[in-house]
């Protein structure tokens, strides 16, 4: 399997383009944020690859940077985006975009992605591994390392809002810290949904 190659841009068409190394044209599909990265540099680049084999064809698919190519492995896994609808997303939003998008479902921001409609957005935001891998990449130390414990929010819906957020992949003390403040913003009497999804959007941030 091909995992990165290294050359210079021969051509590009709509929907990706011919990447010459050494002389071989490699035809790679790759989204409208990526081609754009490519068009502002010059000389010999480097594109991550993802290699997808299907039954008639070898696509393979083109990343200016890593974590394009996370998020494009995470939503070729949800049921009905494959990997032309996965392009189509991370051409109009950036992994960190649709990230704070799924953590703070904001479903309609997805369903304007042109040629994605809303059941499919839907779909991506009601994913729970999408839910993890957004609020996952918002971490900011994947080990909690650095961040200072918190403490215990009291029992109710602020203890079942952080324990939802660690459900979600988040580490205890981050989750706590996280609830703690928009338990504060939003005052006594606070729901247990608004905590939650206001804990996401501040996670995401």
Not at 159 to 171: C, H, Q, R, T, Y
Not at 175 to 185: L, N, Q, S
């Amino acid at each position: 399997m091909i995992g990165a190659l290294k050359g210079r841009v021969d051509s590009t068409h709509e929907g990706g383009c011919v990447f010459d190394v050494n002389g071989v044209g490699y035809l790679l599909s790759c989204s409208r944020k990526t081609l754009d990265a490519l068009a502002g540099r010059d000389g010999v680049q480097r594109l991550l690859v993802e290699t997808r084999v299907s039954q008639d064809a070898i696509t393979l698919y083109g990343f200016a940077d890593a974590a394009e190519r996370e998020a494009f492995r995470a939503l070729i896994e949800v049921k009905t985006v494959g990997p032309q609808k996965a392009l189509i997303v991370l051409s109009s939003l950036s992994p960190d975009g649709l990230a704070r998008a799924i953590a703070g479902k904001e479903r309609k921001r997805l369903s304007e992605v042109k040629g994605l409609g809303a059941a499919t957005a839907n779909r991506i935001v009601d994913e729970p591994a999408m839910q993890k891998w957004a609020v996952g990449r918002a971490t900011p130390d994947a080990d909690g390392e650095g961040v200072l414990p918190a403490a215990a929010p009291e029992a109710g819906a602020e203890a079942d809002a952080v324990s939802a957020l660690v459900n979600l992949g988040w580490k205890q003390p981050q989750a706590a810290a996280a609830i703690g403040r928009v338990a504060k913003r939003l005052g006594e009497g606070a729901t247990l949904d608004a905590l939650i999804r206001d804990g996401l959007k501040e996670m995401a941030r």
